[in-house]
């Protein structure tokens, strides 16, 4: 048993989810429970449920078994910034308002000594903002797209690669059957980390990623040229969040109640179109959704999820809050919630991956 500095933790899951939320929540919840003898309290459907205080005690049952379940048995959302509340009026109309006051007499009614704020970077937002409001708060890193700043690496983007790796490979064996052009959007709001490693691992003849604004002409240039050669297919790899050199980022649709109000989304077909006109090959387009969301988490990211809430709760054991645990080599470190907030982390335009994918034929439409 080591130093007991929290007898009544709180876990909340913010945000879109991910594989690997489950594997943090059993992590902290049975090092709370088994090492500091603490209570845990459950937040049920992210900061909305913050607000509402809709919590519950959770038991040793509740966290028993959950290690390879992908979701989170917590229930999350990403339209609660106690901040930023979106509260529906009788008209129909969404007015915004400041609720975080309810989040801190819920802190207080729950006498909760700390929270562990499982989340992306909008959690991280709200998790800096409340802890200037004197709760204790230590964030973890969540989120498929991996940017979050401070932090080598956020758990779930493993498991999104997996899935997205996997879906390049299957539209392949198609795309070399029919000898057409397969254009594959992934997700990652405004980095390109999930085209990048997915595009890679897949073999993508073309990745488009936000950090690299592409011209069509590059584009079609690439996949006429493989046909030339007598590789009658291509595979084209593009990010949510990829725009061409003369235009605008995809918006799918606005919802004010949501954290980023802009979903982003429909890149693919407009490019899967213009290839098609420009170049008259046969172009089809997948849309890989929220299948990068769904299901186990890869080992990979389990034992980075486990990390993660061990180190959580034994910061918080120690006092140490108003901070982000981040993995940076190998170790399991962590940073302000300050640093973790200051910006977006992004593919840098020149990194080994980008050089790596240049080297054995990747074109970024850039060229
Ligand atoms: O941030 C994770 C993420 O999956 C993004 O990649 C994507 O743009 C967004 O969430 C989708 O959000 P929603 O769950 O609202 O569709």
Redesign the pocket.
């Known amino acids: 048993m080591t130093e007991l500095k929290i007898k009544r933790v709180g876990i909340v899951t913010g945000?879109?989810d991910?594989p690997g939320l489950n594997a943090v929540i059993r992590a902290v919840a049975k090092a709370a429970m088994d090492w500091h003898d603490a209570t845990v309290i459950g937040i049920e459907d992210g900061f909305e449920g913050f607000v509402e205080g809709r919590m519950h005690e959770i038991s040793n049952k509740e966290v028993s078994g959950i290690l390879s379940q992908g979701g989170t048995i917590l229930g999350t959302s990403?339209k609660g910034d106690p901040f930023h509340y979106p509260e529906e009026k009788l008209d129909g109309s969404i007015q915004i308002v400041d609720e975080s006051e309810r989040v801190v007499r819920n802190y207080r009614r729950w006498s909760l000594d700390a929270i562990i704020a499982i989340g992306?970077d909008g959690t991280m937002h709200i998790s800096e903002q409340l802890s200037s409001l004197g709760l204790n708060i230590v964030g973890v890193p969540k989120?498929?797209?991996n940017d979050l700043a401070g932090t080598d690496l956020t758990f779930g983007h493993d498991s999104a690669l997996f899935v997205a790796t996997e879906a390049i490979d299957r539209l392949h064996t198609t795309a070399s059957s029919h000898h057409r052009i397969m254009v594959i959007e992934v997700?990652?709001?405004y980095a390109g980390w999930i085209a990048l490693g997915a595009g890679l691992a897949g073999g993508a003849d073309v990745i488009l990623i936000p950090e690299i604004p592409f011209k069509w002409e590059s584009i079609h240039k690439k996949v006429k040229e493989r046909s030339l050669r007598g590789k009658r297919f291509s595979i084209v790899c593009v990010a949510?969040g990829a725009k061409p050199a003369d235009g605008e980022i995809v918006v799918k649709a606005i919802d004010q109640k949501?954290t980023d109000a802009r979903?982003?989304g429909g890149i693919g077909e407009v490019v899967a179109n213009r290839i098609k006109e420009d170049t008259g090959l046969e172009t089809r387009v997948t849309v890989l959704g929220?299948l990068?969301?769904g299901g186990s988490p890869t080992p990979f990211d389990r034992n980075l999820s486990t990390k993660f809430g061990f180190k959580a709760c034994e910061l918080a054991s120690k006092g140490i809050f108003g901070v982000m645990v981040a993995l940076q080599g190998n170790t399991i470190r962590y940073v302000s919630l300050k640093e973790a907030t200051a910006k977006q982390k992004l593919v840098p335009p020149n990194c080994q991956e980008i050089q790596a994918a240049r080297a054995v034929g990747t074109s970024f439409g850039d060229e």
Request: charged share 30%.
């Open positions: 945000g879109g991910c990403n992306g989120t498929i797209d997700m990652g709001r949510e949501q979903r982003l929220h990068q969301r």
